[in-house]
């Protein structure tokens, strides 16, 4: 993205809001909510309800990672991507995040065995990451945006 480009045309901005919204759509709703689902599995009153909750969270998880890879593909596309900013950087980084989340989802080991710890730490941590660096780059794209807009 270029500053205070005069050039930039009506349907690269409209564009440039789609890919935000999707983006804000995935990762700043569909994720926390899936994240929140399976929290709220832990309480009492929901263990009866733990298959189901745990499917709304996976539902949500691969939703948001459906959404988020329609919006990167959407920047690869239509957008310059020389990653001369943060927003880029970091919008790279967050893809690969969100896949090797997905990933190590799928390869969850079963309960009661004794490597499931070290999943469960490391499923946490990255997507305690993974949200930290949404957050970040969510900033850095409106930022992004108002600098090329002004």
Known sequence: MQENDSSTSPELLSGMKLHG??????????????????????????????????????????????????????????????????????????????WLQVLIGFLRPQRGCKERWLWCSLHWALGTALMLLVVINIYTGLLAYHNMTS
């Open 21 to 98: 919204f999707l983006l804000w759509a995935s990762l700043g709703f569909l994720m926390p909510v899936g994240v929140l689902a399976i929290r709220v599995s832990r309480c009492e009153k929901f263990e009866r309800r733990i298959r189901l909750i745990f499917r709304v969270h996976v539902a949500l998880q691969i939703a948001s990672a459906v959404v988020a890879t329609t919006a990167a593909a959407m920047s690869i596309k239509n957008f310059d991507n020389s990653f001369n900013n943060w927003h880029q950087r970091i919008g790279m980084v967050l893809y690969g995040a969100i």
